[in-house]
């Protein structure tokens, strides 16, 4: 028979860890430049993620979205991770890992070059078929469907509130920075809550 005084008591035990996996699925499309997923895959792979990258067919011209990379998974877990990461590290290689993702694609795309409108046109108007943003990285959690928007704007202050970002408030996506509130919002839910 133990001794009960020297029995860990409840305090003593660590909890254990979570048992569902931490999966993210990074998506690109086929026509990507190869690797351009790649920062972000060894960024998720520190955090603790198990990665799977996938190739999407590509998209005809009238479907294309604004989007880079897309990462499904549970954002929670990662923000959790994010936030339990040590120090500046976690914000930092987020952040490079998205910059050099959003650098790669802006790389491959395309130049649209010297404009072939007619003259006397405005150089000011954008063409029809020019990209009216710039590409983003896509953090996508598959339960709620709830996404979270990383642009190339996004500073050190808005990677450090990303960390503490609450997500019970949130019930529609997508969630932005707003860089003159200095906070994460969803667009959806502040114009139905005024």
């Known amino acids: 028979m133990t001794d009960p005084a020297q029995s860990p008591r ?25 690797g351009q997923e790649a920062p972000l895959v060894e960024e998720l792979g520190a955090l603790g ?26 954002l929670q877990a990662f923000l959790t991770a994010l936030g339990g990461k040590a120090g500046e590290d976690a914000h930092h290689g987020l952040r490079n890992a998205v910059r050099k993702v959003l650098r790669r ?31 983003t990285v896509v953090l996508q959690d598959p339960a709620t469907g709830i996404q979270i928007i990383l642009g190339p704007h996004l500073d050190d202050t808005a990677y450090r509130a990303l960390r503490a970002l609450d997500l019970t408030g949130i019930t529609q996506g997508p969630v932005r920075y707003d860089t003159a509130e200095a906070r994460w919002l969803s667009d959806v839910d502040e114009a139905t809550s005024r």
Request: glycine share 2%; net charge negative.
């Open 49 to 74: 993620f198990t990665v799977r990258a996938r190739a999407l067919p590509a998209r005809r011209p009238i479907e294309q979205l604004a989007w880079a990379v897309l990462v499904v998974l549970p």
């Open 10 to 34: 409840p305090a003593d035990v660590e909890p254990s860890p979570d048992p569902r996996p931490r999966t993210a699925d990074v998506f690109v499309e086929e026509s990507a430049p190869p």
């Open 105 to 135: 694609a802006s790389e491959a795309e395309p130049s649209t070059g010297p404009s072939a409108e007619p003259a006397g046109e405005s150089e000011a108007e954008p063409r029809a078929d020019a990209p009216t943003t710039s590409p």
